[in-house]
């Protein structure tokens, strides 16, 4: 079976909108639906409930999207350990991130490094906070990149490991824009009315930190709840689709904010501020973890987004 077929469906099932997740995969609808059928062929079941008035997967389909995300997370590591093999190993450096910061916090912290040494490897593994914490207790990666906030505690001993705090970072509450250059969703909504939200599982990081926020009596409104999902590339990818506002990183969103596809859905005291963290598990010692410490510090006294 073609791995695309399962990164398909992932993918449709998150969106919800044939539409959306066919832009999202650079495929025609018709070239998707086609190969959602030919999983559902493979599989001897129905993934999608074609009968229903809206989107809507059938009881297997919501099973088999679970087991799917496992499916691919553990390829993609599979894939990167392989690839690891073929690497000197003294110059082998192995980080775990968020996806957030993976996408662009970690690209600047690398390059920097790169100019500190002659050759080196680095092998990234990008998950969900809580994979990554696992990959750093249990010895699997030297660093681990994180988002941190004051009210969240982290499962981390810190008897074991050590962080420097390299940046800072918001999540930002945005909407795709109107035709009058509004937000098409906007805080705090009405009882009447509540707005759309697209949200992050109650259980990640930042869906802790969105809830706190709610929960606050000057952080009064009237949501929605319509999609949920642990990334904020996917959310983003919803909220660009007008499917609801959402909270995302404002270092993911700068492009998107600059040329007006997105726009605020609310004041700035609606923001969530984060600090970016950069956990490791050993001192200093070697040439390598040297450069490693000197880059981490030299950004920690920058400032950022």
């Not at 973890?289 to 006294?301: D, F, P, R």
């Amino acid at each position: 079976m073609d791995i695309k077929l399962l990164e398909d469906f992932v993918c449709l099932a998150t969106l919800q909108n044939f539409t959306a997740a066919s832009r999202q995969r650079h495929v025609t609808q018709s070239a998707l639906s086609r190969r959602i059928k030919a999983l559902e062929e493979w599989l001897g079941t129905p993934l999608i409930n074609r009968d229903s008035n809206g989107f809507a997967l059938t009881p297997q389909g919501d099973a088999f999207v679970t087991e799917a995300e496992a499916i691919l997370r553990r390829l993609y590591n599979a894939r990167e350990a392989v690839r690891a093999l073929g690497a000197n190993g003294d110059n082998e450096i192995t980080v775990a991130a968020q996806n957030s910061i993976a996408q662009t916090f970690f690209l600047s912290w690398v390059k920097r490094l790169e100019t500190r040494l002659d050759s080196v490897y680095v092998r990234l593994i990008s998950e969900k906070l809580s994979d990554c914490i696992d990959l750093l207790t249990q010895g699997h990666v030297d660093y681990m990149f994180c988002y941190a906030h004051p009210a969240i505690n982290l499962p981390i001993d810190d008897q074991k490991f050590t962080y420097t705090t390299i940046a800072t970072d918001s999540l930002v509450p945005v909407s795709a824009v109107a035709a009058n250059n509004k937000p098409v969703f906007q805080l705090p909504g009405d009882i009447s009315e509540p707005v759309p939200f697209v949200a992050y599982t109650h259980d990640s990081i930042f869906g802790q930190a969105v809830d706190h926020l709610l929960q606050d009596k000057d952080h009064t409104s009237y949501l929605s709840r319509r999609y949920e999902n642990a990334f904020s590339h996917t959310l983003k990818s919803m909220a660009l689709e007008g499917l609801g506002f959402a909270w995302l990183p404002h270092s993911s969103i700068k492009t998107e904010l600059q040329d007006g596809r997105l726009c605020r859905a609310g004041g700035e005291h609606w923001d969530i501020q984060f600090d970016i963290r950069l956990y490791n598990h050993h001192a200093a010692e070697s040439p390598r973890e040297n450069a490693v410490k000197e880059t981490t510090l030299e950004m920690a006294g920058e400032v950022y987004f």
